[in-house]
């Protein structure tokens, strides 16, 4: 492995302010989270990713930040995060922070100097232009450009208003990145998460894009993904911050393809360790709009990640997750969060965690949590989902029934719901009043009723992360997906020297018949894992509703 302990390892990503709340404020803070320390050193994972604790003004919960060298006083002081780093690290767990390097607050100093008509090394540290250079569409809605009246000019923000885009032709602002970065890996943090890191590079004189349909905008993903620059500038952070560190390097890729992927991700390109892709976060109507209430279908994903996995097997490396903090529950999304929610939490876990790659577990995922319904978008917090329904609402005539079922499956504030960890009012998450609402279901779907319960979604997450640190097959083995237009079950391979793995998993409510295939016949097998009682290889199985299995085959 050369060092690489990243692949080995298995990530558990907590979004601060809905985790844990330790002074009865409402918001989930940082010794709320070394309350719960232990409780994540009992699950057995090996890395905590949190997303960000910098001081921010909270535009977008905490990816606009305003200090990254500051705590925001919601989540606690700079020292409570060197205990909780000592207390992560004395367990043997290690902690990598999200680095947001595309853009910052409004309110960052830079960008309050950068405003400034006074000349100064600031002026070019964000994208600025005297008119505007075209109509591109922010991620968020509403144009791409906002005027300032105090420079009397045009910023470029991708994202939020608030949220202006960094201009890394600037080496000054790309030295004092790298110095920020410096200063919290010297601190002793264990790696970076980088959001957006793909966008940093913009297309030489902002060209205009094609018209977004029922929108007065203009496309600008061609010229602002994976832009001319990026992989200069990544190798040129790895020189000079990344090599110097035994650390864990994942990227966040928004549209990023394959090839890009695997360049970035190569260990001769001396960029990234992986990174997040999201190809198979839009496969339930792809190639077209993220606001849909439709279903998926399994041979769509089933393809999309099978393409990663063979396409970064043997250069590059996967991340493998389901959700995170920008993506609705997976047992609502790809299971059944109503008769068969156990089963389908612990079938997905499987499909999922015998990948090739990093497993990522977003908080609450271990536990089955599920999306949460609220009745009107005034109740919603998250700026991405308001903007969607404004759009859909003013360009595209949709009726309000239509626009709250996409908001229902798709809202990123599905995963932003207080972690629920016992029945007590509010979930145990806080004695105060909440920041935002609890999922009513937390007296059913809590940590207290699954911690000592052999048979819960919890105690299978704990037996799927052993499973993982027992078996090299299961990080080195090469994967092959089996039956690619059956649209019930998921069926793959992994095979390693003298070994192969079978794994079946059913995304279906019906019980389904499945033929396994003739290689494996008269072969001696063991059940490593499975979510049924009883389960045993046949040449042709029955497979109940939901059910997963693991079969280890040694030649």
């Known amino acids: 492995m050369n060092g690489q302990w990243w692949k080995r390892s298995v990530v558990y990503q907590i979004y601060p302010r809905s985790f ?29 990713w949190l997303s960000p604790i910098y001081q921010s003004p909270n535009d977008d919960n905490g990816y606009d930040i305003s200090d990254y060298q500051a705590i ?76 300032d009246e ?115 991700t190569s260990e001769n390109s001396k960029e990234l360790n992986m990174m997040f892709t999201f190809e198979h976060m839009d496969v339930e109507n792809i190639g077209k709009e993220k606001w849909t209430e439709q279903r998926f279908k399994l041979k769509d994903l089933k393809q999309i990640m099978s393409k990663w996995q063979k396409g970064l097997e043997h250069e590059g490396w996967n991340s493998l997750y389901w959700n995170n903090h920008d993506q609705p529950r997976v047992v609502s999304r790809f299971g059944d969060d109503g008769l068969f929610w156990e089963k389908s939490a612990k079938m997905l876990a499987v499909c999922l965690h015998m990948m090739k790659g990093t497993p990522y577990i977003y908080q609450g995922e271990e536990i089955g949590m599920t999306n949460i319904r609220l009745k009107t978008i005034n109740e919603y917090h998250d700026i991405e989902s308001k903007a969607a329904y404004e759009r859909y609402k003013n360009y595209m005539g949709y009726s309000e029934e239509k626009i709250m079922n996409c908001i229902h499956a798709r809202s990123r504030d599905n995963a932003r719901s ?15 009043s909440p920041w935002f609402e609890v999922n009513t279901n937390y007296e059913k779907i809590n940590v207290e009723s699954q911690v000592n319960d052999p048979d819960s979604i919890l105690s299978f997450y704990r037996e799927l992360i052993v499973l993982r640190k027992s078996y090299e097959i299961i990080i080195e083995g090469d994967y092959n997906l089996l039956y690619p237009e059956d649209d019930n079950v998921y069926a793959y391979t992994r095979e390693w020297q003298n070994q192969k793995i079978l794994v079946i998993c059913n995304f279906s409510k019906e019980h389904i018949a499945f033929q396994v295939p003739s290689s494996f016949d008269n072969k001696e097998n063991r059940l490593l894992i499975g979510n049924y009682e009883g389960a045993a290889l046949e040449k042709e199985m029955l497979l109940r509703p939901y059910e997963a299995d693991v079969f280890l085959f040694t030649s």
């Not at 070019?124 to 144009?143: T, V």
């Open 20 to 48: 844990k709340d330790s002074n009865g404020d409402g918001i989930g803070d940082i010794r709320g989270i070394i309350e719960k320390i232990d409780y994540i050193k009992n699950l057995g994972v090996d890395v905590l």
């Open 72 to 147: 925001m006083p919601e989540f606690g002081t700079m020292k409570d995060f060197d205990e909780l780093l000592k207390q992560a690290h004395k367990r043997n767990i290690k902690i990598i922070m999200d680095l947001v390097v595309n853009h910052t607050s409004d309110e960052h100093i830079w960008f309050q100097r950068s405003r400034e008509k006074e000349k100064s090394k600031y002026q070019d540290y964000y994208i600025w232009a005297k008119e505007k250079p075209n109509n591109w569409e922010s991620y968020f809605g509403g144009s791409a450009w906002e005027y």
């Open 418 to 432: 207080p972690m629920q960890w016992d029945t007590t009012r509010n979930a145990g998450f806080t004695d105060g």
């Open 150 to 264: 105090v420079r009397e000019m045009y910023y470029l923000h991708l994202f939020s208003r608030k949220q202006p885009d960094l201009n890394w032709r600037n080496p000054e602002l790309r030295e004092d990145i790298y110095k920020m970065m410096s200063w919290w890996l010297d601190k002793g943090i264990d790696g970076f998460r980088m959001d957006v890191i793909n966008l940093i590079s913009k297309a030489d004189g902002f060209p205009e894009g094609e018209v977004i349909e029922g929108t007065p905008y203009t496309e600008k993903a061609p010229y602002v993904i994976c832009g001319p620059q990026m992989h200069t500038y990544l190798k040129e952070m790895y020189k000079k911050v990344l090599s110097n560190y035994n650390i864990m390097t994942v990227g966040e890729g928004l549209g990023l393809g394959l090839d890009e992927a695997r360049k970035i």
